[in-house]
DNA sequence: CATGAATGAGTGTTCATTCAT
DNA sequence: TATGAATGAACACTCATTCAT
């Protein structure tokens, strides 16, 4: 009998260690012996886990994303239209540590988009994704009522995940900039701006 | 002094190249070998004009922002307070192809902040000369009676940085979701958002 | 004592897949693992059967040989000098499929000689086996008067296997310059060189 | 101005020293690393002449081809027919130290064909090369009447052929099997066989 | 008996950097 | 000033081998 081993385990063992590596000295110090050092584990074991480095920063990526994916889901479970938006923001928001990591791990990638053609792909099929979560929900929004009658949707959803993306750049490269609470006044001062007057939490 | 122009242009020169290589090939690629080739000049030579490596990539950036803020200047001359800063934005986001190019720099060096320290003293420098011109024109637009009266101007100023931020990564990483109209109605809706009314351009 | 056959049969199991991954994939590619994948069984179960990779290949290399000089024993059953010899050189040729994959078997080995020391052992012993076998049938055409009296039977061994190897050589690597019909034309010129006239068949 | 360096006789110094590793230790053991070190450079500079080490084996098997195309030319200067076929034939056999060099080079390489298909076009043109070499001679040794009447000469050159590359197996993998004069008789042995009566040096 | 997880040395290759010319 | 030859460290990746299970 073999020695038994939880693969998901070792593989999330191994991606939760490339996080690290790359929040702490960048993707390209994030080499295939720094993670598995970082991992406690030695370089060779990654190549049973993994095709090649290219698929360990796939997976690192997207098993980031499908983390915050799962935690937009249960912060929005139960909530509709705009809240439902809001705690979706505030999800994909730089704003605690475990965000902060997830921010530095994606700002990071996006410096390498140009170098690797297969990244790119990843990450617009991610942009849809979030694209879709947040335009349905400002759909129900819509017909919630809670809008101003000239808002334009699609215009807003963009304008959503700017801001994500701006955050997350900005809280990576400049952390005192934005802080937490000034991101979350940022998000707030937005809505409100789009919503029809009293529609918003109060 | 013309042995300081040729200097300078030949400095200028190999800057250029590099952008031309990031932006076509990533900043992993760009190796000195193919910025020398890229500028039409041998490897060694770039040792002359340059400390290392890191200086040439810390220069090209410099360079890059120091020709955007000339043509925020000379795009913003005459102007004051909110159309100032519509004229400055203009400036900063990745509306023509020249823009595209220094918002893929840009981006392509968020992604080794992490990895290069000075870089990332450098980027933190141009943020608060960026704050700063914002804020300026915003005080000015304040003065002017452009404001809504509760507006709070420090967050504006950081809203409009997180736009610019989350533009350049959008149109880096999913070019045809952030046409360059659809940038030029995100910020004018944004400004709309924060302007007494009828306080902006009919 | 079906143990040891069950041993042996596992032995003969990967050696055979040896042969198709070398036969396939070069020697080179031929690590256990893609061994143990073409023999259907796990890379570790290998160490139990084999001393290690380089007692894997000898093995396989040997057992070729074996069942070579087995074809020839059936062969040439029941034959004498000229005929005996012609009966053997045809199973030692690259004729048919079964004998092109011990060719290319083989000539990929004579690769690695100079890399592995106990491999050119093996092949030494070989040599001196093959070289008695057609030593021996060449006495016995020599005393039935089928050789023209001059001939030199050492030079003419020594032809021999230098026919097998040339031709062994040249069908892997240049496989429709030695057709099969050409092999044996070859042979037969050969061998009625050195007969006496009207010795060889007809 | 740069350091000044012949490039061909750069190249051919790693050749060399190419060939002296294959010889001794194998190709498996050619390693980039190896080689550099038996020519007294670091493994870097090899990339400046070499696009890689695929280019460094082809180069050095056509190199040793060419350098035994031109003694065969040097050789069989001023000379016709089967004396042209003997000067020809005595080149391409491993007699001395340098020829069995080659001779090792040549079937090492054979051992890694069926793992590098580009060296199997290599070695099939420089087949046909060397067919049309033996294959014009012959055609001039049957118009002077040097064979005998019913000779078949494609059957000729393939076997000439096949004695060559034979002799280069056997002396390679059994030195003492194949001695020199052994060769030269075994080579005389068989152009008598095809000689017309007489027609042969006296 | 058998598995496959794990190791670590070795490979080809790339590259910033140095330096003789 | 300028060249490009040369170095050596670092990288991703492969693999025979060992060993806990």
């Known amino acids: 009998m073999p020695k038994i081993v939880d693969w998901e385990e070792r593989r999330?063992?191994?991606l939760a260690a490339t996080w690290r590596v790359i929040a702490r000295d960048g993707l390209t110090r994030a080499t295939i012996r720094s993670i598995a050092a970082e991992a406690g584990l030695s370089s060779g074991i990654i190549q049973h886990y993994f095709e090649d480095?290219?698929?360990?920063?796939?997976?690192?990526l997207l098993l980031s994303h499908s983390r915050i994916g799962e935690r937009m889901v249960r912060a929005s479970a139960g909530l509709k239209g705009l809240e439902a938006i809001r705690a979706i923001m505030l999800e994909a928001m730089p704003l605690e540590e475990a965000q902060l990591l997830e921010a530095q791990i994606e700002v990071s990638f996006w410096g390498h988009v140009?170098?690797?053609p297969a990244?790119?792909?990843i990450l617009r099929t991610e942009y849809d994704t979030f694209w879709e979560?947040?335009?349905d929900e400002l759909d129900n929004a819509a017909a919630m009522g809670e809008l101003k009658p000239d808002v334009?949707?699609?215009q807003v959803v963009r304008h959503l995940i700017v801001i994500v993306d701006g955050l997350s750049a900005d809280r990576v490269l400049y952390p005192v900039k934005v802080e937490p609470e000034q991101q979350v006044e940022l998000l707030d001062a937005y809505l409100e701006s789009i919503a029809r007057d009293r529609a918003l939490r109060e």
Chains 1, 2, 3, 4 share one sequence.
């Open 114 to 116: 140009l170098d690797n």
């Open 152 to 154: 334009d949707t699609a």
């Open 53 to 60: 480095k290219s698929d360990i920063l796939s997976s690192a």
């Open 12 to 14: 999330n063992l191994v």
């Open 119 to 121: 990244l790119r792909g």
């Open 133 to 135: 979560r947040l335009s």
